[in-house]
């Protein structure tokens, strides 16, 4: 076909009036050139290389008359996950310490405990033996030792059942005393217990009975001429029996400090009397049947033991006495881990 026009005879065209319609004929040719855009070709993803060789999957797949096959695309363009075909070295073989752990997790619970138990004992007796036989531990444990003896507790009693023989006094002294089976003491000249004599601060309780005038006893005494004297004096008052207490000291056979005070008590017979008296350093407190009748304070004497004695006219029966020091827990506990400290 050449660049030139035709012209195509059409049909004859009906005319209306005094004009003529009619249609031109198509022309055909080509038109100006359009330019197009055309995308760059895409690189080729590099392959994959595996030291161990190409990966193929090849698989069979069934399916029944109803399965619905969904197609994945693979992604060659990811490296593979895991590497194929590795050489991987032996595992080692357990050692025998790893062999005696697995076996002793499996021995029950309580078999471990009492194991443990024993061993920590036998090693614990041994470390015992072994310390016990060195000097070093020897002479600590002679130090301890002295130490709880001094630490420990002491209590002196004395009901008067096997006689006097606890008690001490100037020559002559035990003929001015008596007792009885039934347990009963009549003080004479001044006696002192004689475990008390050490002692600096302690408490001594007893039970008495004024036969007549007085019942008289002595604390931190250290000797016939120096001492604390207490006295539990009745009188009589009408038809009534009153009580007073008498106190002073006596330092180098000389009495000084002497107070009488009446007491808030009275009686119409005689009765038994429980006397207890507190020594506390300089502090001195005395207790009747649990009341409190009298406190006081001197320092002339720092420590001596504790007696009993009757002036001229004077007569007293003591029924029992108990002297303790250091009667606290801890002193109880050391009294007991030293054998016969607690009497």
């Known amino acids: 076909m050449s660049g030139t026009r035709r012209c195509l005879v059409s049909p004859p065209q009906p005319q209306i009036g005094p004009r003529c319609f009619g249609r031109p004929a198509p022309a055909l040719g080509f038109g100006p050139p359009v330019p197009v855009k055309v995308p760059p070709?895409?690189?080729?993803?590099?392959?994959?290389?595996?030291?161990?060789?190409?990966?193929?999957?090849?698989?069979?797949?069934?399916?029944?008359?109803?399965?619905?096959?969904?197609?994945?695309?693979?992604?060659?363009?990811?490296?593979?996950?895991?590497?194929?075909?590795?050489?991987?070295?032996?595992?080692?073989?357990?050692?025998?310490?790893?062999?005696?752990?697995?076996?002793?997790?499996a021995v029950p619970l309580w078999v471990r405990q009492v194991a443990a138990v024993v061993v920590l004992a036998a090693l614990a007796?041994?470390?015992?033996?072994?310390?016990?036989?060195?000097p070093a531990m020897q002479k600590a444990n002679t130090e301890l030792v002295a130490h709880i003896q001094r630490r420990a507790a002491i209590d002196i009693q004395d009901d008067f059942r096997a006689g006097l023989s606890q008690w001490t006094g100037p020559p002559?002294?035990?003929?001015?005393?008596?007792?009885?089976?039934?347990?009963?003491a009549r003080p004479g000249r001044l006696a002192l217990l004689a475990d008390s004599a050490p002692l600096?601060?302690?408490?001594?309780?007893?039970?008495?009975?004024?036969?007549?005038?007085?019942?008289?006893?002595?604390?931190?005494a250290t000797d016939a001429r120096n001492y604390y004297a207490c006295k539990l004096v009745e009188s009589k008052r009408d038809a009534v029996t009153a009580y007073s207490i008498v106190r002073y000291a006596v330092i180098d056979g000389r009495e000084r400090l002497r107070i009488q005070l009446p007491l808030p008590i009275?009686?119409?017979a005689k009765s038994m009397f429980r006397v207890r008296q507190e020594i506390?350093?300089?502090?001195?407190?005395?207790?009747?049947?649990?009341?409190?009748?009298?406190?006081?304070?001197?320092?002339?004497?720092?420590?001596?033991?504790?007696?009993?004695?009757?002036?001229?006219?004077?007569?007293?029966?003591?029924?029992?006495?108990?002297?303790?020091?250091?009667?606290?827990?801890?002193?109880?506990?050391?009294?007991?881990?030293?054998?016969?400290?607690?009497?």
């Open 41 to 105: 070709p895409k690189a080729a993803p590099a392959p994959v290389r595996n030291s161990a060789g190409t990966l193929v999957w090849k698989f069979r797949v069934r399916l029944g008359p109803h399965a619905r096959v969904i197609p994945v695309r693979p992604r060659f363009e990811d490296p593979l996950p895991v590497a194929l075909s590795l050489p991987r070295e032996p595992e080692p073989l357990p050692s025998l310490w790893k062999k005696l752990t697995a076996r002793w997790s």
């Open 266 to 268: 009275t009686a119409t």
């Open 280 to 343: 506390r350093g300089d502090q001195f407190t005395t207790y009747l049947d649990g009341h409190v009748i009298d406190t006081w304070s001197d320092t002339s004497l720092a420590r001596g033991g504790f007696g009993f004695f009757a002036d001229p006219g004077e007569t007293a029966y003591i029924r029992w006495v108990d002297v303790a020091y250091q009667d606290d827990a801890w002193g109880r506990i050391c009294a007991y881990l030293v054998p016969g400290k607690h009497n």
């Open 125 to 134: 007796l041994s470390s015992y033996v072994y310390l016990k036989s060195s």
């Open 172 to 184: 002559g002294w035990s003929n001015t005393w008596t007792y009885d089976a039934t347990g009963f």
């Open 200 to 220: 600096s601060d302690y408490h001594l309780e007893f039970l008495a009975e004024i036969d007549r005038k007085a019942v008289a006893w002595v604390f931190r």
